[in-house]
């Protein structure tokens, strides 16, 4: 059971302020100061574990749910999770995030506990404007995107998956700034050579996947720190774009479809400033919070199957060096 008591033996807390003074709390609550930051939510004197009606924000701050954000999963450290669908959520603002660094779904029948990855190509790409709309509204107008999709697809028939999703982002409004390829160097055993040693039908296979570079309305970024974290080696070689790192393992991940650790990396350290805050709307299992801990960014991921978002939670606990939190009094 946690109760004020116990907080206050770890956290040297105010004697409650009187503009506090009103609440309905059973025990005096302490006033805490996160990163400069009050906490001015009602921390409740008395609280079970395991009561739903509360939600744990923070390490042993926990507030009323109805204070919240119903679909937040997670959050400390300018780490937020949200188990909910990118298409519903009314969590984000408008005009907020500086960086959005993603991989959808491809639509190449990959086996998602809560997302069918088999639609007909026309209904995919109904689906990709209506979140790419999302996006756009998300990003401040000096916000860019880095969009990590596939150039083309060749199972189940051809489809030139790059180009159509470019159009779509440009019929919205994005801006198009340019194209990073991601050669995975993954030489897998090919089969589908179509004719072989023949010109009657042969297949052509690009082993390489993209990252499409867009912006809001500006390209020259205002907002934010101004502070940069690049270093020299890594701008020169990260300015060429072609990249060239291997693809994440499955199994070790626990994902279906984890993108590395590199890939987000490297689009925040390249395209945001230090303290700028950074959106995965497919978060999966938390590659992006990840790099976003490790870069000092704040971040938010966006899941719409639970089992992912805690994986991405735990990962974060486990990997992001989310440990000890220091509190300031009031
Ligand atoms: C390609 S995976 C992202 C993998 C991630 N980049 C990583 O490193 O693990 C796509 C993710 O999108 C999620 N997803 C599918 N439809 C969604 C929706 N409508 N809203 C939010 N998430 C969705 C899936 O559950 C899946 O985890």
Redesign the pocket.
């Known amino acids: 059971m946690l109760t004020a008591k116990n907080i206050s033996k770890n956290l040297k807390v105010s004697k409650k302020p009187s503009k506090y003074k009103k609440t309905a709390s059973p025990v005096p609550f302490p006033v805490l100061k996160h990163n400069g930051t009050s906490l001015k939510h009602n921390v409740t004197g008395l609280i079970k574990e395991q009561d739903a009606s509360y939600v744990e924000v923070d390490k042993q701050i926990i507030v009323s749910r109805a204070s919240y954000p119903a679909d937040l999963y997670f959050n400390r450290n300018s780490i937020q999770i949200y188990n ?6 009314e969590s984000i603002k408008k005009n907020s995030i500086d960086l959005i660094v ?5 639509n190449v029948d ?1 086996q ?4 069918n990855d088999t639609m007909d190509y026309g209904d995919y790409l109904s ?1 990709t404007k209506k ?1 790419l709309e999302r996006c756009y509204d998300f990003l401040k107008d000096d916000g860019r995107f880095c969009l ?1 999709i596939p150039l083309d697809k060749n199972k189940g028939g051809q489809q030139s998956v790059c180009a159509d999703i470019t159009t779509i982002a440009k019929q919205i409004g994005f801006k198009y700034h340019s194209t990073i390829i991601w050669n995975e160097q993954n030489i897998s055993r090919r089969t589908a050579w179509g004719s072989w040693l023949s010109a009657s039908a042969p297949y052509v296979i690009a082993p390489v996947e993209v990252i499409v570079i867009l912006y809001k309305k500006e390209w020259k970024k205002t907002s934010g720190s101004r502070k940069s974290d690049i270093t020299k080696r890594e701008f020169m070689e990260w300015t060429n774009g072609v990249w060239n790192f291997s693809g ?1 393992s499955k199994k070790r ?1 626990g ?7 590199e ?2 990396r490297r689009c925040i350290k390249l395209f945001s400033f230090v303290g700028d805050t950074i959106l ?9 919070l990840l790099a976003c801990r490790q870069t000092d960014r704040k971040g938010i991921g ?4 639970k089992k ?1 978002c805690e994986l ?1 939670k735990k990962r974060i606990l486990t990997e992001g060096r989310i440990n000890q939190l220091k509190f300031d009094t009031v």
């Open positions: 909910t669908d990118i298409l519903k959520t993603t991989s959808p779904p491809y990959i998602y506990n809560s997302h689906f979140w990590n994440e991940i994902h279906p479809a984890p993108f590395p650790l890939l987000p995965d709307p497919f978060l999966g299992s938390g590659s992006t966006i899941d719409i199957d992912y991405a």
